[in-house]
């Protein structure tokens, strides 16, 4: 969506981390999100963030939220190649989201 | 716990052709949406559902009409196929309710293609 941008691709050596940023244009949205779609498959939700919080980690995965700047990062610690994927960003309420295109991330060995 | 059901998974369709992608959640969920994904666009939201008997149209529309009769079932309907209809359709639900607040949940996706 045209209110969401992120990066396209990332490319990423195994056992490094991984950091994909979005931006986004609504600042009345309540949650942002991110999603992890592996070939063929539907979306996953990984986590989501509360606009109202700076960070939040869990397990691997840790977002980063910049209100002033409306910027949203994910990171992926000690990336393994299962999580080559496309990652999406999100903003929104529960029944409307806005999506970025999606960032696809390659791991190599 | 079957979550969102979307058939069928492949359709291949001739221009003019009409068809109706199905979606059901056994979740209790009162929202619904479906989405069109096109390579390098993300996500569009075709139209949503905030409860049974109501529905409103997303970002792109056009070409497609909706209705919810059950909680659990929330129909996409292609009255004319037109090749610009070619993505992948899926169909997502929510609720405002308990401690999956606010998390849309995905089917699989329907690959349309139109010939």
């Known amino acids: 969506g045209e209110d969401v941008e992120q990066s396209l691709f990332l490319s990423v050596r195994e056992g490094d981390s991984s950091v994909i940023n979005c931006t986004y244009t609504d600042s009345s949205s309540t949650y942002l999100y991110w999603y992890k779609q592996e070939p063929g498959a539907g979306l996953q939700l990984l986590t989501y963030?509360?606009?109202?919080?700076d960070m939040k980690q869990d397990q691997r995965l840790t977002v980063l939220l910049n209100k002033k700047d409306k910027h949203l990062s994910l990171r992926i610690a000690d990336t393994q190649t299962g999580d080559s994927a496309i990652y999406f960003c999100a903003e929104g309420n529960d029944y409307k989201l806005s999506f970025g295109a999606g960032t696809t991330v390659t791991v190599r060995a | 716990n079957a979550g969102v059901t979307q058939t069928p998974k492949f359709q291949v369709l001739k221009t003019g052709q009409s068809m109706t992608l199905q979606c059901a959640q056994d979740?209790?969920?009162?929202?619904m949406s479906w989405y069109r994904q096109d390579p390098g666009m993300g996500l569009r939201l075709i139209h949503y559902?905030?409860?049974?008997?109501?529905?409103d149209q997303g970002e792109v529309p056009n070409g497609y009409n909706v209705s919810r009769s059950t909680t659990e079932d929330f129909p996409l309907r292609l009255l004319s196929a037109a090749p610009s209809q070619t993505s992948v359709y899926f169909c997502?639900?929510?609720?405002?309710?308990?401690?999956?607040?606010?998390?849309?949940?995905f089917g699989a996706g329907t690959r349309l293609s139109v010939l």
């Open positions: 559902s905030v409860g049974a008997g109501i529905t």
């Open positions: 979740m209790n969920h009162e929202y």
């Open positions: 963030i509360f606009s109202n919080m």
């Open positions: 997502a639900s929510s609720t405002e309710q308990g401690g999956q607040k606010n998390i849309q949940y």
